[in-house]
């Protein structure tokens, strides 16, 4: 498996990386399309939306249909609130062990989401992120969300990095190609909400299947 060389800091994404939001993301659409009587998607379909800024989800859904942004983005805040329920979301396997040990190698850990600071903070919170992770960069942190590289070029500048002593850790391609826009290094997980196919055509430097195996790359 790849090595990678001087890496100080990780930037992770947070939805399918660090915890299994899959399901109660995928029902909060589904009821918000139900609720705006919007014409019906797959679960496969909004599957693919996961990454994206609220308000950019049903310009890709609906693109013949860019009025209903606005309401999409409110009615899917209210259906989240209903259905995110205590203990909805847990950690994958093995990624509080993993974040602790490499924090205890000395690496520096960093958060790059979509999520609204609203929802991501008090995840951070109940699952005992927040004093483990030093760096948080949510949706209204950036004017360009994912896959642009501001994200990342943001955190760079916060700890006063360079590109190359980043990795990039996410499950979709609009996370590897946000960290290849900022020519820092991209790793893949295949267990989230992407495809290993996705992320292999976008540039992943590597992919893993178990949150632990970043242990094995630096």
Request: charged share 25%; with cysteine; net charge negative.
């Amino acid at each position: 498996m790849k090595k990678f060389q001087g890496i100080k800091l990780l930037v992770l994404d947070f939805d399918g990386t660090l915890a299994d939001t899959l399901q109660v993301i995928l029902d909060s659409m589904q009821s918000t399309l139900r609720v705006l009587n919007l014409p019906a998607r797959s679960d496969a379909q909004c599957k693919a939306m996961i990454g994206l800024r609220l308000t950019e989800i049903p310009l890709h859904l609906f693109p013949d249909m860019p009025e209903v942004a606005p309401a999409y983005a409110d009615t899917y805040r209210e259906e989240f609130a209903k259905l995110n329920k205590a203990g909805a979301v847990p950690l994958f396997p093995n990624v509080m062990e993993t974040l602790h040990a490499l924090a205890d190698r000395g690496y520096m850990l960093s958060i790059a989401s979509s999520r609204a600071h609203e929802t991501l903070d008090k995840y951070l919170r109940d699952l005992h992120l927040e004093d483990i992770v030093t760096y948080v960069v949510a949706a209204e942190d950036v004017s360009h969300a994912k896959p642009d590289p501001e994200p990342v070029l943001k955190t760079l500048e916060h700890f006063n990095l360079q590109p190359q002593e980043v990795l990039v850790v996410g499950d979709t391609d609009f996370d590897i190609l946000m960290g290849l826009r900022a020519n820092s290094y991209t790793c893949g997980v295949t267990y989230g909400n992407g495809s290993r196919e996705s992320m292999l055509e976008a540039g992943a430097h590597v992919l893993i299947d178990d949150f632990s195996q970043l242990l094995d790359l630096l």
